[in-house]
């Protein structure tokens, strides 16, 4: 069983940063990459950005592209979120995922999840 775990969530205010992290306890079988979703309240999990383990590839939703910035140490087994200019409309639960696919966004593709870390954004 693989166990990802993710950190660095919390309270800010409008206009700062923040980081998190999400660290697999093990490689996932046939993994090939690793995604944050996030969850807005009453709402569906949706694809926030993506990043491939072997060629550090990324995706991006457009609604944070140029602000956040996803990455991996393949040899930490860890993936990170760096958020900048956080706005309120961020506020969520995120969570990292773990995929058999290339730079997917769709849910289904996805068989390891974090338990989801809260992000409020303050205005």
């Known amino acids: 069983q693989v166990q990802l775990t993710e950190s660095g969530g919390g309270l800010v205010q409008a206009g700062e940063s923040m980081n998190l992290s999400c660290t697999a306890s093990?490689?996932?079988?046939?993994?090939?990459?690793m995604a944050w979703f996030r969850q807005f309240p009453g709402k569906d999990r949706e694809f926030v950005a993506g990043?491939?383990?072997?060629?550090?590839?990324?995706d991006y939703a457009e609604s944070v592209k140029g602000r956040f910035t996803v990455s991996r140490d393949s040899a930490k087994l860890t993936m990170y979120l760096q958020m900048n200019s956080l706005k309120p409309e961020d506020t969520a639960t995120y969570y990292c995922?773990?995929?058999?696919?290339?730079?997917?966004?769709?849910?289904?593709?996805?068989?390891?999840w974090g338990q989801g870390t809260p992000v409020t954004v303050s205005s």
């Open positions: 093990r490689r996932a079988p046939k993994s090939v990459g």
């Open positions: 995922a773990s995929s058999w696919a290339r730079l997917t966004r769709v849910l289904g593709a996805y068989d390891y």
């Open positions: 990043v491939t383990w072997r060629d550090g590839a990324t």
